[in-house]
Structure formats: C-alpha cells, structure tokens
C-alpha cells in the first residue's frame, strides 16, 4: 500500500504527506533534519521518528549545522540519556560527524543544496555511492528516502494523489531532470 493511502487524515503522517514529502528542499536546517530523521528510522517504523521529531529539534538545536558539528562529550551523553530521541550511539555520531561534513560542502559548494544539484540528476544507485563516500550511516533504504522526501527522485506520491500536482507546480529537481532530458515535455 502507498504512503498516499495511508497518510491522509493520520495525525503525524497525513501533515508530512501533505506539507513536506517530495517538496522541493534547500534550507541547510531542513536538509539536515531530514538525514538525520532519515538514518534514525533505519530498524525503526517512520511513525516512530515523527512522533519523536519535536525531541529531536530540541535534542539537536533545531538542526543548527555548525551547533551540531561542534557537539563533544557532554552533548554526546546529553543525547545518548534523552529518553524522546533514538538513543544508538552510532546514529548520534553519524549525526555530529554528518554536521562536520556539511560545513566542508558548505565550503566547497555553497550549501547542501547546491553540492546536491551539482551531482543531480544522478541514478539512485549513483547517488547511494556517492552518499556512502560522503556521509555517515547512510545506505540505500536511508539514501534513496532522503532523496524521494527532498524532491531529487521520484516515487513519493502516486499521480493520481493530489498533493502531487501541487509538487509538480513547484518543479522539484527530479521533474526538472525529466524535462530536460526530453525537451518536448517542457511545451
């Protein structure tokens, strides 16, 4: 079943659905809430991590980059004793070591967004190696999600649901890739 079926009218995944999933996203914050959202659900189910999320904003600064990157002992086991987030210590630093890598993409590229659309449009299959080169704790469930949820690959809503034309409006950068590479698609 799809997470168009299910989502609308539930308290926590209908607002996701309907505001965030496959909406186009540059703000660095938002960008990394979403990674790390994305590495603590692995093993874990989806509703978990959003019923846990405003714990999380608090637990991680509101997702504040440079906070997090300079995170040391006392945050670790500030976090790793917060009973309202995922307390796995190898998700905890892949969360503070993924910080520090945003700083040096921030250095060599702009922003998060811009490294991403530097390497988009790449196959999921490409863009999993490149995220295992690049960051901690990502494989290709975590991976190939944070780029469905952020609008650089398709699949997160079905055609038929209404929520996509409103992302189809926005033109997130798996649509632009699409359109480009077939040029009659854009008359």
């Known amino acids: 079943m799809s ?4 989502a609308p009218g539930h308290p926590f995944h209908g607002p996701y659905h309907e505001r965030e999933y496959g909406f186009p996203v540059s703000d660095e914050s938002a960008l990394f809430e979403r990674l790390v959202l994305e590495i603590n659900q692995a093993g874990l189910s ?3 991590i959003l019923t846990k999320r405003e714990n999380f904003r608090a ?3 509101n997702f504040t980059v440079d906070r997090v990157a300079r995170y040391g002992l006392r945050e670790r086991k500030r976090l790793l004793a917060d009973a309202g987030i995922i307390r796995n210590r190898l998700k905890i630093e892949a969360a503070i070591t993924n910080a520090k890598k945003l700083q040096e ?4 590229h702009g922003s998060f967004a811009q490294w991403l659309d530097r390497h988009h ?4 299959p490409e863009w999993i190696k490149l995220f295992k080169r ?3 704790f ?8 944070f780029l469905i949820s952020t609008g650089y690959l ?6 038929s649901c209404p929520i996509y034309d409103q992302i189809a409006a926005l033109r997130p950068p798996w649509m632009r890739a699409s359109a480009d590479s077939h040029p009659e698609a854009q008359s």
């Not at 997470?3 to 299910?6: K, L, S, V």
């Not at 993409?105 to 060599?108: F, K, L, M, N, Y």
């Not at 990502?138 to 999600?145: D, K, N, P, Q």
């Open 105 to 108: 993409i921030r250095a060599s």
């Open 154 to 159: 398709p699949g997160a809503h079905r055609e």
């Open 59 to 61: 637990a991680y600064d």
């Open 46 to 48: 989806w509703l978990t």
């Open 121 to 124: 449009p790449l196959t999921k």
């Open 3 to 6: 997470y168009c079926a299910i």
């Open 138 to 145: 990502t494989g290709g469930e975590i991976t190939g999600e």
């Open 134 to 136: 690049t960051f901690a």
